[in-house]
């Protein structure tokens, strides 16, 4: 397409997640529109392409794909669908932003990556939106000058209010601490070779067979740790905060200290209580980011094979909750195509 | 229009400010793309133009908003050719975006205020971009909970690197301190009503005959004072801050605290040079709120009263700088159309 | 005295200030004891000296001051009491660490000047404590190190949770601003030459004639403004805090940050509630810096001269608050001995 | 001893930190003074008693603690010499401050446990001094009020400019861990029972065989993890910091913000270059607190048991630096008189 044409977007799966992308693409993203939704609930794709004017509701992926409005697929589905909808976009060779994980384990994420290489050139992002935050871009930047010297250590903090009622203790690994296993990777850009997880007594105030806190300690093939307090029944707010140890210095963010006040004898501000007001901006960005690369023919965020490390890291992961002890991580060489 | 449609807009203004509000509609904003670029220069109309497909280039604003593909214009030139382009697009009935100040005086702000009301509905915003940054709408919607009680004082610091070489002593009230002028008419909801300006002795950083910096002192309607220093050769960084102290307690923004290092001896981050790295996301707000209240027909940011208003305060603040002493506001009674 | 010997020393004034003084030599302070009490309040000396072995108790400041083991005088009576009390000690040449304010008009100041100047060396200290507190010295040492360039402006916050009863509108200048005054002399080096008050709507919470807040403009005769927002019935907390301007920076304490909590959708910290928390430390060193001085025969904090001048700033003060507008500060020309 | 008579304090070793305490008592403390010095090294003996009025010099401990004017002991020598001067302070029942560690190995201290249970009170204070410091102790109050609930998790951050050229891989256990080892037991009323120790690839600043950082993990018998970042080659500050995560919030003391200066692109302020900056206070809090105790016969401070306690951890803490893993910490029995 050429770059004066707006990207028509396909989003698969309308539950809150794809919806909130609709809405996105619709009314916040410049250079694109959503020609599609696809759901495999009929109703709800229905009320989520009714909201947008000249977009057309789907049950099935493949028929939406083929659809002659759609340029680029937005994957919002549950894990276990992202398979087949990622192998039906590499069919057609449309751009993918696919929403973690790629894929819910590392068997099926070398699938993908096999058809990905097959098509001989990367078309799949991992929605990874870290990456876009103002924060963490700016930690990378000041990483990647070098002026701190190489890193040491990574210190995460990532704290919930409240886990949703079907959490489970691997799904604090899985579905939480795989966002600091990709920024580990992306900040340090180190692979990671291992991973402990230490149990301390759960809060009093975690559902009772649930593990939470949680702390995991990732060894890399730098040579550096990155320790994770994951902690989803905290009770007091939204938290997501890194602090790198390098040879020359240290650099933290995620203090958020944007609005202060003195009250009643205390100082301070609020907390955020939820990821849509820490991360909206970084949701914003990578969806602008993607369409901006996809109309340029490319891909520019994290792809297929972030995601398929991840997976493979958070699977080792869950062995050392379950076992206790030190697991290695097993990764498959990198292709010649992810280098 | 109706919603479906994109927003046409013209652009008038092909300077620094023009150039990036013509990237910020083509390229960040939802629903607007750029239709025409007028500027007196016609070769700077015709390069900026020539960025965005199907632009086109004029140097005279009257063609320009006759097109058919103008919905809307965005007023970005200088300050003296803001009244005439003003008037043009009530004439012919479009929303407009117009950069700071509205006109350069009270006196020619009067009768836009004239023309707007023989049009019968309001169709000026005027580019008080505060009001879109996230740190001031968190303090606004703190101060409209009432939780702090009544506003009785507010500290504003704003503070530059260096003036650009044409700056006078008058313009760090009339295009510095302006902005605290509309802020503290937003956040407390007061009309000015006396300025004061002291005199410390100037930097020697700053040039030979330019009283830079100065501490102006607002006395509003409401009782409450609003101080501000204006420092716009301080030679370290772009800091805008504010601290309202209210009857219950106080609240501070502009600290900007994202990320902190610890290297050599130090701890703290970097202070932000110039205003499109504080205030960058503060346009693009700006631009996509005008955009969508423009697409449904409304005006919802700060109107012509505002910018009349700022004009009246900033004169009398010109002459208490120039005079010494304390200087009342005289403003005209509010017409109907603006309450 | 000789360096091993331990200073006796009689404090006049036995209320809570005199009282605290009382623990502070015996409990805290190396090198001193308190050998008498003195009140006009017989009993009240009694009930005081008591607590000390070996300590008298006085109803006659002379008689107190001519026993054989009072080597030094420490002034805690009430501010019309001071000048009789310090012209005893001058008579007797012993060194005094006389609290605040020296005395209550510059009238009488002059007078102790006189006495001090006819002794022919100087023998007073004022306690005008936040000179000792590690942040004001920090602050202090950076300023005097000449790193942030000329200071250009001061702007100080004070404010208490709520004044005593008895608190008038001219009372927050000359018992609560007066710190204020000492700490822009002492910090910038300059003496005051003018006073602007400025007089916001009063707080609800406040008594119903006292003018609180008010904003305080000091001009000094290095060209620097120091503003100060006086606020004695915040509500919230104590808070003293100072921000200097200067050519190459800026500098700031007071914050106050040291224990940072995370609950229930709120960061931040508590806040003194008054200035026993904040300023005990001081006051302690303080005290012991007297007593060091005090046992070489030196007075090396602030003298009668920071006295008469603190009184006469904040008499020009009141008759601004009373009267409105700019007010100039005269001087008596400074004397050799405090050159 | 009477309250009012003064304590006569013999410091044993004569060494910086020795001589310190020498200063401390002598011109810092209320109550006590110093009476004999005690070196290996009679010259510097000679040379720190010279700074004190009427104190002697000694080579031998037990002559020195055999003076009539020796009401107490300050324990400052190598810590190999610590034994022997426990067991002679113990056999004069003199209240003693032992500078950590107790002695250098558990074995060692379980022998000066049984001295003192043999003497059926307990004299000995270790010097755990950041059981004084004023942000710890605000810590440790607001964690006993239980208003956060339970402790789960405690990150701790231990940095140094540059270690001793003398420093062990394994002296970042014992000599600085030892710290956090006891601040770990303190703040949470916990014993620890495990210690895990991870390596980084060690910094290029650090020498060349040394295990720098460390990342040192402590298991509670409450169920808590402490983890503990010990780098004693960072660079750029003096750094201690904590942070409790509890089932209702979370604490963090040490970030030092005291002055905030914004110079030249960059807020922030400096860090401290040691510790006798952080910790000056610290250690004169202690020293007062043990004279204020010893004067009436008590002993309030950390005693035998947690320096017995602090030693059997660093001794497990260095097995598992040595051979990787998990090590179990093995403790007798907690004897009646330290319950």
């Known amino acids: 397409m050429s770059r004066s044409e707006t990207?028509?977007?396909?989003?698969?799966?309308?539950?809150?997640?794809?919806?909130?992308?609709?809405?996105?693409?619709d009314r916040v993203t410049s250079g694109?529109?959503?020609?599609?939704?696809?759901?495999?609930?009929?109703?709800?794709?229905?009320?989520?392409?009714?909201?947008?004017?000249?977009?057309?509701?789907?049950?099935?992926?493949?028929?939406?794909?083929?659809?002659?409005?759609?340029?680029?697929v937005l994957v919002a589905s549950p894990g276990p669908a992202h398979e087949a909808a990622l192998l039906a976009a590499l069919e057609r060779d449309l751009p993918v932003l696919c929403e973690k994980p790629l894929t819910p384990d590392a068997a099926s994420a070398l699938r993908v990556l096999d058809a990905e290489q097959r098509l001989g050139h990367r078309r799949i992002q991992v929605g990874f939106m870290r990456r876009y935050d103002a924060e963490y871009t700016r930690l990378k930047a000041l990483l990647d000058t070098g002026q701190l010297g190489r890193p040491l250590m990574l210190?995460?903090?990532?704290?919930?209010?409240?886990?949703?009622?079907?959490?489970?203790?691997?799904?604090?690994i899985t579905d939480s601490v795989a966002h600091e296993v990709d920024a580990t990777r992306w900040l340090l850009g180190h692979e990671i070779r291992a991973v402990t997880v230490l149990r301390p007594t759960p809060s009093a105030h975690a559902p009772d067979t649930l593990q939470d806190p949680q702390f995991v300690v990732l060894e890399t093939d730098g040579g550096a740790l990155s320790d994770v307090e994951i902690f989803v029944?905290?009770?007091?707010?939204?938290?997501?905060?890194?602090?790198?140890?390098?040879?020359?210095?240290t650099a933290r963010i995620g203090d958020g200290h944007a609005l202060v006040t003195h009250t009643a004898g205390r100082w301070g501000g609020t907390i955020a209580q939820d990821w849509t007001e820490r991360f909206a901006d970084a949701y914003d960005r990578e969806v602008q980011a993607w369409v901006d690369a996809a109309r340029r023919g490319e891909v520019t965020g994290p792809g297929a094979w972030d995601g398929y490390a991840a997976s493979a890291v958070c699977e080792a992961g869950v062995r050392a909750l379950e076992e206790?002890?030190?697991?290695?991580?097993?990764?498959?060489?990198?292709?010649?195509?992810?280098?």
């Open 7 to 25: 990207l028509g977007v396909a989003v698969i799966g309308a539950g809150r997640m794809g919806a909130d992308h609709v809405r996105r693409v």
């Open 32 to 72: 694109a529109r959503v020609t599609a939704v696809v759901d495999v609930d009929g109703e709800r794709a229905e009320a989520v392409a009714a909201r947008v004017d000249g977009c057309t509701a789907h049950t099935d992926p493949a028929a939406a794909l083929a659809a002659a409005d759609v340029d680029a």
């Open 155 to 172: 210190h995460n903090r990532h704290r919930n209010v409240a886990g949703p009622p079907f959490f489970t203790s691997s799904m604090l």
């Open 233 to 249: 029944n905290c009770g007091f707010g939204y938290q997501v905060q890194a602090e790198v140890v390098c040879e020359r210095g």
């Open 324 to 339: 206790g002890g030190r697991v290695e991580v097993e990764l498959v060489e990198k292709p010649a195509l992810y280098r």
